[in-house]
T-cell receptor, first 114, second 114 residues
Framework: NAGVTQTPKFQVLKTGQSMTLQCAQDMNHEYMSWYRQDPGMGLRLIHYSVGAGITDQGEVPNGYNVSRSTTEDFPLRLLSAAPSQTSVYFC?????????????FGPGTRLTVL | KNQVEQSPQSLIILEGKNCTLQCNYTVSPFSNLRWYKQDTGRGPVSLTIMTFSENTKSNGRYTATLDADTKQSSLHITASQLSDSASYICVVSLAMDSNYQLIWGAGTKLIIKP
């Protein structure tokens, strides 16, 4: 049981490039989410999904796209990278609404945009 | 405005000593409060969750307290170990009919020195 996995662990992009951050979980969790973590700030929700085929925007969705074709996978796409997207990105999953249920986090992807 | 503030920002203590981390929140309506531990380069891991009616909850050497009247929580670590070096994040959940109403604190970085 690997839990939540993320790839890559590190990535450097140039401004304007696009890329996809991968996230997978093997716990059969319905809820999945993407956060970014910046120094001195709390985690901020980018996008989330409450099940396969269902996604919604979080607090800071601009510049990012998501899709959820399977229960296991929830990739995050950066359409045209900007220096402001330099951050550490975390994927998380939970059995149900994270208002009450623990979220399980992946190890993160550290992204630098030059 | 819903906010979670943690203090201190960082703390250095000697191995074996006790410490207390603070979390003050101005979140309404309040549902529950969770403490996470985040090791360097890893995702957050839940330590404990407290609801409105709970005053104290322990998880090994970690004891969390909640005062819903003053809107304060603390995390007390007893007999610290080197492995306790991490960031500790306080998260408050709003009692709203919404999937993503979590307010994250910026965390306290704790360093344990031998």
């Amino acid at each position: 049981n690997a839990g939540v996995t993320q790839t890559p662990k590190f990535q450097v992009l140039k401004t304007g490039q696009s890329m996809t951050l991968q996230c997978a979980q093997d716990m059969n969790h319905e809820y999945m989410s993407w956060y970014r973590q910046d120094p001195g700030m709390g985690l901020r929700l980018i996008h989330y999904s409450v099940g396969a085929g269902i996604t919604d925007q979080g607090e800071v969705p601009n510049g990012y796209n998501v899709s959820r074709s399977t229960t296991e996978d929830f990739p995050l796409r950066l359409l045209s990278a900007a220096p402001s997207q330099t951050s550490v990105y975390f994927c998380a999953s939970s059995t149900d609404s994270w208002s009450y249920n623990e979220q399980f986090f992946g190890p993160g992807t550290r992204l630098t945009v030059l | 405005k819903n906010q979670v503030e943690q203090s201190p920002q960082s703390l250095i203590i000697l191995e074996g000593k006790n410490c207390t981390l603070q979390c003050n929140y101005t979140v309404s309506p309040f549902s529950n409060l969770r403490w996470y531990k985040q090791d360097t380069g890893r995702g957050p891991v839940s330590l404990t969750i407290m609801t409105f009616s709970e005053n104290t909850k322990s998880n090994g050497r970690y004891t969390a307290t909640l005062d819903a009247d003053t809107k304060q929580s603390s995390l007390h670590i007893t007999a610290s170990q080197l492995s306790d070096s991490a960031s500790y994040i306080c998260v408050v959940s709003l009692a709203m009919d919404s999937n993503y109403q979590l307010i994250w604190g910026a965390g306290t970085k704790l360093i344990i020195k031998p």
